[in-house]
């Protein structure tokens, strides 16, 4: 057992960019929705300068085109919340085998 105050440094590090990415996947995903809601309101408004059967095209084309995004955004945040997850069950783990270490240093400096 060793000291892992800089292996507990990156990880919290990592925990915090992880919890940056989330933040910002999350935001990402509540604008595609708001755009999403717009084109559907565009679509509802807009029968008199744009035909039916176009808006309709249109938002079909955004959907298609932005479904593969979505998936993956998707999948993207699913990954960095299970990773999120997994560092900082990893670092509870490192920060009691920190303590401990550290307890067991000073008690031989103690003895000496």
Same mark, same amino acid.
């Given at each position: ?14 925990? *915090? ?5 989330? *933040? ?20 509802? /408004?807009?029968? /008199?300068?744009?035909? &039916? ?14 479904? &593969? ?9 699913? $990954?960095?919340?299970?990773?999120? *997850? ?13 303590? $401990? ?12």
């Amino acid at each position: 057992m060793s000291c892992r105050c800089s292996e507990m440094s990156r990880c919290s590090r990592d925990i *915090s960019t992880l919890g940056q990415m989330i *933040s910002r996947l999350t935001q990402l995903e509540q604008e595609d929705t708001s755009i999403n809601t717009e084109l559907n309101n565009l679509a509802d /408004v807009s029968g /008199v300068s744009i035909t &039916p059967q176009n808006i309709g095209e249109l938002t079909s084309s955004e959907q298609k085109l932005n479904h &593969p995004i979505s998936n993956l955004r998707s999948q993207m945040l699913s $990954d960095c919340i299970g990773e999120k *997850s997994r560092l900082e069950n990893t670092y509870r783990c490192m920060k009691s085998e920190d303590r $401990d270490y550290h307890r067991k240093q000073e008690e031989r400096r103690n003895k000496k």
